[in-house]
Nanobody, 117 residues
């Protein structure tokens, strides 16, 4: 059974940094693409960053150069390092695990990130 548990959210001032973690169980990174999504109040959930089963990464234009996605295969954990945070980054951030053959997709419970002075 796949389980994704996010942590690391919180309140931070504009220009600050946070690192989100997603501890994954029940998956094999070599057959899952991992991603971070976010949903702000009144808006649709959107992709923030993704790391493929092969290790390639892609980012939303709004976070390029500020956010970095990475993974530790041994720890079965995916990270999102967020720098130069802006109020527009305020949202609930969700971890996603999508099997590359499309047979399975899972979401974490989300972690709140609030950027405010």
């Amino acid at each position: 059974q796949v389980q994704l548990v996010e942590s690391g959210g919180g309140l931070v001032q504009p220009g600050g940094s946070l690192r989100l973690s997603c501890a994954a169980s029940g998956i094999i990174f070599s057959i899952y693409d991992m991603g971070w999504y976010r949903q702000a109040p009144g808006k649709q959930r959107e992709l923030v960053a993704k790391i493929s089963s092969g290790g390639s990464t892609n980012y939303a234009d709004s976070v390029k150069g500020r956010f970095t996605i990475s993974r530790d295969i041994a720890k079965k954990t995916v990270y999102l390092q967020m720098n130069s945070l802006k109020p527009d980054d305020t949202a609930v951030y969700y971890c996603n695990a999508a099997r590359i053959d499309g047979r399975d997709e899972n979401w974490g419970q989300g972690t709140q990130v609030t950027v405010s002075s």
